[in-house]
């Protein structure tokens, strides 16, 4: 899953590009369960 990119941290690889900002970031907010956690993301490209 590696090798296709398919396991990569959506946060880290937005906050690298200088072409998108990053509206909005809430870890966690949806579900307790920390194995099973959901993050929300608002980006948009500048």
Do not use: H
């Not at 590696?2 to 809430?26: K, P, T």
């Amino acid at each position: 899953m590696e090798l296709n990119d398919y396991n990569l941290d959506l946060v880290s690889l937005l906050r690298d590009r200088e072409d998108v900002e990053i509206v909005e970031y809430q870890p966690d907010c949806i579900g307790l369960n920390p194995l099973n956690s959901a993050n929300l993301i608002v980006w948009k490209f500048k």
